[in-house]
């Protein structure tokens, strides 16, 4: 049997709890107006791209260096929490924005999370051709095809009307092509979902040794206002490869390459992410539901 197909679940909700204690890598709710936050494992957010960028409710403040843009009129940046967040931007018929980061310290276990709002106008474009858009990629010693170590991640395409579903991707290293999509999920519907946060949860485990195909990534989510989480997807058994070079995961980006252009400004927003080495959930018993979440 393909250890990739079927891997998924839509079921099993998730409580909220009690503060776990965990190790963290980067904590960033980007109160510092700036995308210069480091922490002791050497994280680091790439600063070089122009779309983007740290803003408040009615200011852009940081790109690639300060700034004090005033907000367009239209905007609704208003924060997750606190008074910043990071916002991603898409410029019509562009296809490119993504938020790398990087720590110095690699990882064959991590966990994220963030919050994601969905831009205001949201409606996932209509293209004839390749529709799929990126969320995120996690990677150890280059990314996709260019690395010896996997890659893992996932995206999402259009749903006919308007929204969206997401889905996993893995890549089983040894510079080896993405495989195919894994576990369609609802994403986004609209126009209910436009203006909403949503808060991730992932959990990535290398093979424990070369060949032994137990890896796994699990995710979790759920809207703003809900109690519980909901796993989207549990994919256990994986063939997620170490590299000889770099034992664990040591990069990734948020959001990513949209295929389809979207025809007008589409602006995303994270709040409050999270990378750790020890789990974000309590009592933690896998294959079982957890019972609680780390919210810093």
């Known amino acids: 049997m393909n250890k990739l197909a079927g891997a998924f679940v839509t079921t099993g909700l998730l409580s909220f709890g009690t503060l776990a204690s965990g190790e963290s890598i980067m904590s960033d709710s980007f109160e510092s107006g700036d995308k210069l936050s480091t922490s002791a494992y050497g994280f680091r957010w790439s600063t070089g791209t122009k779309v983007t960028s740290v803003v408040t409710a009615d200011t852009e403040v940081f790109v690639t260096s300060p700034v004090n843009i005033p907000a367009p ?63 995120f990629r996690i990677w150890m010693d280059g990314y996709g095809n260019k690395g010896e170590g996997s890659t893992v991640g996932t995206g999402f395409r259009g749903d006919g009307n308007g ?6 991707k893995v890549n089983k290293g040894d510079y080896q092509s993405t495989s195919h999509d894994i576990g369609k999920v609802p994403f986004i519907t609209i126009p209910g979902d436009r203006g909403k946060w949503m808060h991730f949860v992932v959990h990535v485990k290398s093979e424990s040794s070369a060949n032994a195909d137990d890896g796994l990534l699990e995710i979790w989510r759920k809207w703003e206002g809900d109690s519980d989480y909901t796993q989207t997807h549990n994919l256990q058994n994986q063939p997620i490869k170490l590299s000889s070079k770099v034992k664990g995961f040591a990069a990734g980006y948020l959001m990513g390459y949209a295929n389809a252009a979207y025809p007008v400004t589409t602006e995303f927003l994270v709040d409050d992410f999270e990378l750790s080495t020890a789990p974000l959930f309590l009592n933690l018993n896998a294959p079982n539901a957890p019972s609680g979440l780390v919210i810093r």
Not at 125 to 131: F, L, R, T
Not at 163 to 168: A, D, H, L, R
């Open 73 to 135: 009129e239209t905007s609704q940046w208003e924060a997750k929490t606190g008074e910043h967040s990071l916002m991603l931007r898409y410029n019509p018929g562009k296809h490119w924005t993504e938020q790398r980061f990087s720590w110095s310290e690699p990882q064959p276990e991590i966990w994220m999370s963030f919050w994601l709002r969905v831009p205001t106008n949201y409606s996932h474009p209509e293209v004839d051709g390749a529709d799929n858009q990126k969320l």
């Open 163 to 168: 929204g969206s579903y997401f889905f996993v």
